[in-house]
């Protein structure tokens, strides 16, 4: 199914949100989600089901003043 | 050494973390600034997490505290959002609110800065208020939860310096006891002198290091116009005043004419 991952549309094989991230890449990471702009914190990722045309937000420490 | 929520910092210069030109001149401006406190960011990531990984090993290694920023939000809920998202991933309950207001000012939106500070208190942050230097605002503000100002010299990036003197001296002559940190818009060691000659308790400042021709001697000056302004503070300086009065003794001195 197709949602969207920092705003870009992206095709996912699984739905799980712990899944999700690891076939992206993220799963040993450091990084916090938000979906459909409500933040899921890293404990509760394993209640998240995504759905078709979920908003994902994935974010890591950068820079900042 | 000032203490916000309880925690005594080590320096009243405070850094922020980007812009600039390598990780080695980040970590050389922090090591000669001597500041405790770095602020710091979060963004999306496209590349498999490995830039923010790089990132956060490197402000590990400097050895501060990390206060993270809600930068480039316009909005209560888009703000709320990134500071939980902070929260967990820099493990403080320290949060730099920023609600922008306007896009080429980066003027605070006070009405959306009160409420997510109301918001983000009673949900267990300590929140840092990038805010203007209004005195209503600022007890607002206090009265929402917050336990430290942090009123703007200048917009964002601008240095222009302290643009509202008489501002930031009515706010911290009507809070005395509250922790003050001058934010943004400095850019150069003086203003942050003039700052400290105030009595405010902190500086925090990014791009007057970070674009200057060599960001670790600026980090430096910036470290002891701090102090200097500090020390000045502390001693009590003289009124000024309009008539001329001699330095030197008039008594004893020779009659030559």
């Not at chain 2, 009265?143 to 302290?162: D, F, K, R, S």
């Not at chain 2, 934010?183 to 400290?196: C, E, F, N, R, T």
Request: aromatic share 6%.
């Amino acid at each position: 199914m197709k949602i969207t991952v920092n705003g870009v549309a992206v095709e996912i094989r699984n739905d799980a949100l712990p899944a999700v991230l690891e076939d992206l890449g993220y799963a040993d990471k450091k990084v916090a989600t938000a979906v459909n702009e409500d933040f899921v914190p890293a404990a509760a990722r394993d209640r998240v089901t995504l759905q078709p045309g979920d908003r994902l937000e994935i974010v890591t420490p950068r820079q900042g003043g | 050494m000032p203490r916000f929520y309880g925690v005594e910092v080590p320096s009243r210069l405070m850094l922020g973390t980007a812009h600039y030109p390598s990780p080695a001149i980040l970590a050389d401006a922090f090591r000669r600034s001597g500041a405790g406190i770095a602020t710091v960011s979060l963004r999306r990531e496209a590349d498999g997490g490995q830039a923010g990984a790089d990132f956060w090993a490197l402000v590990r290694q400097l050895g501060v505290r990390v206060l993270p920023n809600t930068a480039g939000c316009h909005s209560v809920c888009e703000a709320v959002t990134t500071a939980e998202m902070a929260r967990e991933l820099f493990d403080t309950p320290w949060i730099k609110l920023e609600v922008i207001g306007h896009a080429d000012t980066l003027q605070p939106d006070p009405f959306g800065l009160l409420e997510a500070a109301r918001i983000l208190s009673d949900d267990g942050f300590q929140v840092f208020p990038y805010t203007t230097e209004d005195a209503v605002l600022a007890d607002r503000l206090l009265q929402a939860g917050c336990e430290v100002l942090m009123p703007w010299g200048a917009p964002i990036g601008t240095g222009l310096g302290l643009t509202n003197v008489y501002g930031l001296r009515t706010l911290r002559a009507q809070f005395p006891e509250v922790p003050m940190i001058v934010d943004a818009g400095l850019g150069l060691p003086s203003q942050a002198a003039m700052a400290m000659e105030m009595g405010v308790d902190a500086v925090l400042l990014n791009t007057a290091v970070a674009k200057a021709g060599d960001p670790a001697a600026m980090a430096e000056g910036f470290a002891r116009g701090v102090e200097a302004g500090r020390l000045a503070y502390l001693a009590d300086p003289m009124e000024p005043r309009d008539m001329a009065t001699p330095s030197t003794p008039v008594i004893g001195k020779a009659f030559l004419a």
